[in-house]
């Protein structure tokens, strides 16, 4: 007994320091971005590792809001529209195409799960080209629509849904609303979705954080500088901003990561059980 | 008997309930991939075509693939760099997922401040992608960043290290964040894999007189051969699409030795000369090789998988057998 406590001690300490580093080293980078948002190019240039905050954030502000193409606002209020669409068309579509795989008894309803579980690995990625090429002759270039509407096809959405719904749904609900006179997509808006509340809320951190932090797509199809996202306005922010106003530049990055960090620590309980729901499904 | 109330088949509502997905999928998904795959046999290049939006397949259909094949260099070396950073990032991020995993889940010692030690982990993956490259080339910045004036402080080197400029440097700091980035949800999935495990092997093992490294490896593991897999194949496909952190960090240099698949399909496509044909053929090898290699780990892990976990599964119960008719 005595020699395993002195060799759980030392796995103790050992696990410890390894953990503390871990964290430290996720901390740390942002920690350095957050104070030197706040210091001058020169104090920076000087110390560059801060461990005070400064009082040149206004000064840095100041340089950010003289960029054209750099605005935060503008770029928030943008990130929110694509990414509020995409949560919904990909939440809603995807609970309705679950509901059809589970409630209901069709010829296809198997080979069509297989399906899905096929798309489910091909990247968006690799048809960019084609999916590009077909926006602009349909004239949907610098438009929202392209980035929100492919959204209503989500097969890993939908997996997540079907596996929800095979654990919580019973027949008996609807067949008593069936009952009641109810036509079947009213009992799907009125009777199902709410039930499946718990599983979209964990699915809309997801998709929002997701679209929120696209760069590719958006940054493909979208050429007018009002219509940038934010993570568009962040990958000018070199260009824009002269290239020696560190300062300047870790607000810039600092303004986009806040909502990540205001959602991420407000919900963060949430987003681990979900990740870890995504490990136990096999 | 289910699906009829008072006669009524409800049969239908299965197949009107999937029309949105199905039409978004053919309209945004299915299309453009047909199209991507005819645009890469096409002449659909340059500024007048790419504006006009008028093209028509190549005599020679396969022109584009072969002159990407075998004249494009910047292809291979993209190619060669895509693979180069994914494996420098997932041999370690694997390794070190599976020890947290293993210390997390000790049944002996248990560790606390787990919760938090999660939250921490996890929290780069939530992150902007593109802030972070962005952050990190401020961080790695020259001759003043944090990160050499911090080398400076503990006396490691001598002179400000200029890490834009170098090559491997490069390689290695888009890999470190990619690593940085992924290892927490690596953790967080195997975790969770270990807990959906029965509790009762590990009881029976235990009885047996298995210490922690013995159950790790010859009952931790097996079992997590599943998860394991889908970690790879998933971390194939995203680190073969990899774009917006090297192209971020430092634009795909210094001379394209960051430069990755999805930059060297994005610049052929939209800078310059719009070479919309050469980045179609390059998405579609790009497809290939990732179809070839999760289907290939599939093969190779998969069928050997099922047949031993099966056994093992007879050979436990059959444990299990035992021992509740000894006790």
Known sequence: ?282 | MEKRIKGVSYAKYGYIFCIPFVLGFSLFMLYPLVHTIVISFSNYEGASRYLSGRFSVLDNPLANYTRLITENRLFWTSLSNTLKIWIINFIPQIVLALVLTAWFTNRRNKIRGKGLFKVLFYMPNIITAGSIAILFSALFSFPIGPVNYLLELIGVREAPINFTISLSASQYIVAFIQFWMWYGYTMLILTSGVLGLNPEIFEVSEIDGANGIQQFFFITLPNLKTILLYMLVTSIVGGLTMFDIPMLFNDGGPDSATTTLSIFIYRQAFSGSFLLNRAAAASMLAFILIAVLSVGVFYLLRDKDAARLKKEEKALRRALEAERRAG
């Open chain 1, 1 to 282: 007994m005595e020699h395993k406590s002195i060799g759980s001690r030392f796995f103790k300490a050992l696990v410890y320091t390894v953990c503390i580093t871990l964290g430290l080293m996720s901390v740390y980078p942002f920690f350095v971005m957050f104070l030197n948002a706040t210091r001058s190019s020169n104090e920076i240039r000087v110390q560059a590792v801060p461990f005070l905050p400064s009082s040149f954030l206004q000064l840095n502000m100041d340089i950010i809001t003289k960029s054209k193409q750099f605005n935060p606002m503008l770029g928030f209020r943008n990130s929110l529209i694509v990414a509020g669409g995409t949560v919904f068309c990909s939440i809603y579509f995807s609970c309705l195409t679950a509901y059809a795989l589970t409630a209901y008894n069709w010829k296809m309803r198997q080979p069509f799960f297989t399906f899905i579980m096929a798309v489910m690995m091909i990247p968006g990625q690799i048809v960019t080209i084609g999916f590009y090429s077909m926006m602009w002759q349909l004239g949907f270039i610098d438009s929202y629509l392209p980035l929100i509407l492919p959204a209503v096809a989500s097969p890993t959405i939908v997996f997540f849904m079907r596996q929800y719904l095979l654990a919580t749904f019973s027949l008996d609900i609807v067949n008593s609303a069936r009952i009641d006179g109810a036509g079947e997509f009213s009992i799907f808006n009125r009777i199902v979705l709410p039930m499946m509340k718990p599983a979209i809320a964990t699915q809309t951190i997801f998709v929002f954080v997701g679209s929120w932090n696209a760069l590719f797509l958006p940054r493909v199809l979208l050429s007018t500088d009002s219509k940038f996202t934010m993570p568009i306005m962040v990958s000018l922010l070199r260009g824009n901003i002269y290239a020696t106003e560190f300062g300047a530049i870790y607000l810039g990055i600092s303004m986009s990561v806040i909502p990540i960090f205001i959602v991420y620590f407000t919900l963060s309980k949430y987003i681990i059980s979900g990740i870890q729901l995504g490990g136990v499904k096999e």
